[in-house]
């Protein structure tokens, strides 16, 4: 199994800002940090936002921040948010057309595995990813 880059960003992004408490972050600079597109960074932090996890400032001087505390960013949750789906294999599609579906024991197991990875998930929040502005090479704030 393997995560988008989508989720992948989401969660860094959240990471980056979670250790910018006392400021605003920008998609600029964010970008800039992870070395990634500047245009991919704004459709994660868009839905980061629509989905709450994030408050956008607008302005001048605005930018982005948390808009939960870190201990109420529920891994699974943003997962789940930013994933399109978990269709591990063609069996979990609407559109499943495999011949061994009635008689298939490898969707159960399928399914458990996928529970497991979701549940491990669930037991951890953002803060349990906390680092400092100096963990991302950059300086803290003054």
Not at 10 to 23: F, G
Not at 82 to 94: G, I, Q, S
Request: charged share 25%; proline share 4%.
């Amino acid at each position: 199994m393997r995560l988008t880059n989508f989720s992948d960003y989401a969660l860094r992004v959240l990471m980056y800002a979670a250790a910018q408490e006392d400021r605003l972050i920008t998609i600029e600079e964010t970008a800039e940090v992870y070395d990634i597109s500047r245009a991919h960074l704004m459709k994660v932090v868009n839905q980061l936002t629509r989905a709450g996890y994030l408050k956008a400032v607008r302005g001048r001087s605005g930018g982005l921040a948390l808009a939960k505390r870190p201990g109420r960013i529920n891994l699974g949750d943003v997962l789940r948010t930013t994933e399109p789906d978990f269709a591990l294999v063609e069996c979990f599609t609407k559109d499943n057309s495999c011949v061994l579906t009635p008689r298939c024991r490898l969707r159960g197991v399928l399914h458990e595995a996928l529970a497991a990875f979701t549940g491990t998930l669930d037991r951890y929040t953002l803060a349990d990813l906390m680092l400092s502005p100096d963990d991302f090479g950059l300086q803290p704030a003054a």
